[in-house]
């Protein structure tokens, strides 16, 4: 059992660190633009700048 | 006169000497917009950034205010087939994004504690048929206790708040049961924590957070939606306006938008325009179409020293106007007046859902206090134990599906709403247009449509009218104005031009074409129809007269008729003159309606339908119906309307047909037996689970299980309102 003092830390942090990540993603306005966003990956514009 | 619009009003300016400037953009169809748009912004010069957001159709711009003028954007953007208008965004879109983010900050908070506090308690509950020490279970509910209570502290603050309003109000809401469920949950399990009990309650109180947050999260996204595409529209409604300004000491007129006005402005409104403001007339004589305010069709003259309103139709002569203080006309004090009293009515509607809280909380509470004393007192059991049983109650009957019964339906509703053309202003309205029997229509602009067009257009060759509306483009004549505008006409004739007071010539295929009077078309005078304007045509040979007048909405008949066969009463009230109202009410097939009712006279025939038990809903557009809007028991208006008037409905709905009306009748109806079957079902829910919990049977497994459960099915059945239903469908196909 003393393999769990190990485990639930690590289970703990894993899932601090979806949250963190939600947490940015809202401070970054990442859900600003759920259409927009699944289409841009599709356009060319970066590479006519090179 | 009147260059380019001025934008200067919209554009913030950076520290770093960069603008920005957002555009609501209209006429985006689909993805392949998304580049279109933003190259030809990349390719004006000291444009930094452009990009636009696909789901609230919006471009945001950073520029070099140095290098490029806000007004070749909008330029820009019409070579290229787009129409755009600069846009302010208003205070409660920004809360509503804000409280958006907050709650789906909360629900992520919950959910990341119930997964893994149910990982500990999972552990626990198998644990307790084979052999978990209980030094490990006692360690397992501590980090659960370490998990729960920060993350519910934080993750609860949108039902502490509320409940703590609730109750500082001396009311019960919802979130009050919620929050003294939440509370007293986590309060017991510390304390049997601490004690090495057998049982703690951590994983129910935080996912009673997370579904009940998951509720909230739905309808703000949905709320927060509805309320761009309103100030969308608010933008793309957003007029011009021209206003003096005073330039290195020679006077000009420069366009500028409405929202730019203040008191004290000199404005200049030419023939056929929109009035942008209140204002008093400086200058010039004209007649004023005053139907979007009084219902009169008739224009009326005015002149010097006159008032005018917005949101009148300026006639033949151009008027110089000082605007009076912003909104604050005799007339909308007046109305403002009528509404506040006849809204006081309206406020003591109460909804479904806090009229269920205020016997449901009480009813838990007690019962809880009952069960608890029973225990001590006559069944022997310790204090101790009869407050477990009393709080494992509560728990159980902390109303998670009874807080997701009405918010999942409205999201649901909210969202069918605007599929079908409608905005809905004010959640309430959904349950109270779910119980309307009766309704009354105003006639000018909610019935008819709000400007003139062509009566006759059906007996007039196709090309003829196309050729009318083209020529018309040219003129400033009221009459060719609204010609243009219902037939959509396309481009201007090139080398067209006016002679004031009598028509259009334009050289069309080889010949001439002539828009005007008959004298000028050189047409046989007919006498004119009931009610009608004539205007001839004449192209080469072929002559034709238009006979311009207020035309019903296209579905009119068609949705009235629909309305009756749902079996509800119909009125019409107007304020135009009884015998502009009687034709029309001949044609629909009403067989009770007024003319020439006061905003008073309509306030007190909607007042006395309610008295005689009728539910009302009012559909006016006008500022003399905003009262009656007001008093009604539910409230719709075209989005045409007049703002003080849209801001009283409890829906706003798009477009010419009159389709939406029925839409959103048909609706709230299925939206109201949802909530209903919804609130029943968690009603029938406490009523089985309730007495295990009185048993002491509750351990937190059940709670888990009969929790998750509950809200699901709400949540699923929730789901089953996708739209009008099949006898509104058919209508809208023919």
């Known amino acids: 059992m003393n393999v769990l003092v190990f485990l639930i830390p690590l289970a703990i942090a894993l899932g601090l660190l979806a949250l963190y990540g939600l947490f940015w993603s809202l401070k970054r306005n990442q859900y600003e633009d759920l259409e927009g966003a699944a289409y841009r990956i599709l356009l060319d514009d970066d590479i006519e700048k090179k | 006169m009147g260059a380019a619009p001025d934008f200067s009003h919209f554009v913030r300016n950076d520290e770093d000497g960069r603008s920005r400037l957002d555009l609501a953009i209209d006429g985006i169809t689909c993805a392949a917009c998304l580049p279109d748009i933003e190259t030809a912004m990349g390719r004006l010069p000291g444009v930094k950034l452009a990009r636009l957001n696909l789901t609230s159709h919006r471009l945001a711009l950073t520029y070099d205010p140095q290098q490029v003028e806000p007004a070749r954007f909008t330029g820009a953007l019409e070579a290229i087939g787009y129409r755009a208008y600069p846009f302010e965004q208003r205070q409660v879109e920004a809360d509503e994004q804000a409280r958006f983010n907050l709650l789906l900050k909360c629900l992520g908070v919950a959910v990341f ?6 990982l500990l308690s999972i552990s626990v509950w198998s644990g307790q048929s084979t052999s978990l020490p209980p030094e490990t279970r006692d360690f397992f509910h501590f980090v659960s206790a370490l998990i729960a209570l920060p993350a519910a502290a934080y993750a609860g603050q949108p039902f502490f708040s509320s409940a703590w309003t609730a109750i500082r109000q001396r009311r019960l809401n919802m979130d009050v049961p919620i929050t003294i469920g939440v509370t007293l949950a986590l309060a017991l399990s510390v304390y049997e924590t601490q004690h090495h009990a057998d049982h703690a309650y951590f994983d129910s109180a935080v996912m009673l957070l997370s579904f009940l947050l998951a509720g909230r999260v739905l309808d703000q996204a949905m709320r927060r939606r509805t309320r761009t595409a309103a100030g969308n529209l608010a933008a793309l409604k957003g007029e011009n306006a021209l206003r003096r300004e005073t330039k290195d000491g020679a006077d000009d007129w420069a366009l500028v938008p409405v929202a730019a006005l203040a ?14 403001a209140d204002g008093v ?5 004209s007649a004023v179409d005053e139907s979007a305010i009084t219902g009169e069709t008739d224009p009326k003259p005015v002149r010097l020293g006159d008032h005018v309103y917005a949101g009148t139709v300026n006639g033949e002569g151009a008027l110089t106007v000082d605007v009076t203080a912003a909104g604050h006309s005799a007339l909308i004090d007046e109305a403002a007046r009528l509404i506040e009293q006849a809204g006081a009515a309206r406020s003591r509607y109460m909804q479904l859902s806090d009229r269920v809280s205020q016997f449901y909380a009480p009813a838990v509470h007690l019962t809880a206090l009952i069960t608890g004393f029973s225990w001590w007192l006559f069944f ?6 009869a407050l477990v049983i009393a709080i494992s109650v509560l728990i159980i009957t902390c109303p998670c599906a009874l807080a997701l019964a009405v918010p999942t339906v409205q999201a649901m509703a909210s969202g069918a709403f605007f599929r079908s053309g409608l905005f809905l202003n004010d959640a309430r309205g959904l349950e109270k247009l779910g119980e309307i029997d009766s309704v009354v229509f105003d006639k000018t602009g909610t019935l008819t449509l709000p400007q003139s067009g062509v009566a006759n257009a059906d007996d007039i060759p196709a090309d003829l009218l196309a050729l009318a509306g083209r020529l018309a483009r040219s003129s400033h004549h009221p009459l060719a104005l609204a010609l243009a505008r219902s037939l959509r006409a396309g481009a201007p004739l ?10 259009v010539c334009a050289s069309y295929e080889g010949g001439e074409a002539r828009l005007g009077s008959a004298a000028f078309c050189d047409a046989e005078f007919l006498p004119p129809e009931n009610e009608a304007s004539s205007i001839y045509i004449r192209a080469g040979e072929k002559v034709a007269r238009l006979s311009i007048r207020q035309t019903l909405r296209p579905d009119a008949a068609k949705i009235i008729a629909h309305l009756r066969g749902a079996g509800l009463d119909l009125h019409i009230l107007s304020g135009d003159r009884a015998e502009a109202v009687g034709p029309v009410a001949a044609k629909l097939g009403i067989a009770d309606w007024r003319g020439g009712q006061k905003p008073a006279d309509k306030i007190a025939f909607v007042e006395d339908l309610g008295a005689r038990g009728k539910r009302v809903l009012m559909v006016g557009d006008g500022l003399n119906d905003a009262p009656a809007l007001a008093a009604a028991h539910a409230s719709l208006s075209p989005i045409d309307a007049v703002h003080l008037t849209q801001g009283q409905a409890d829906a706003v709905f798009l477009g010419e047909r009159l389709l939406p009306v029925a839409a959103a009748l048909a609706i709230a109806k299925k939206a109201r037996g949802l909530m209903t079957q919804n609130l ?6 406490n009523a089985i689970a309730v007495p295990v919990a009185m048993a002491g049977h509750a351990s937190p497994l059940f709670a888990a299980a009969a929790m998750s459960g509950s809200s699901i099915l709400v949540t699923l059945n929730a789901l089953r309102l996708r739209g009008p239903g099949k006898s509104v469908n058919v209508l809208a196909k023919s």
């Not at chain 2, 008191?263 to 942008?276: K, N, Q, S, T, W």
């Not at chain 2, 090139?494 to 028509?503: F, K, S």
């Open chain 2, 113 to 118: 504690a119930s997964m893994n506090i149910m």
């Open chain 2, 263 to 276: 008191a004290g402005d000199r404005l200049l409104v030419r023939a056929g325009e929109r009035v942008p």
């Open chain 2, 281 to 285: 007339i400086v200058e010039g004589t």
């Open chain 2, 380 to 385: 022997g059991a310790t204090a101790h134990d």
């Open chain 2, 494 to 503: 090139p080398d067209a031009r006016e002679t004031p007071g009598q028509g």
């Open chain 2, 680 to 685: 029943t079902f968690a009603i029938v829910y």
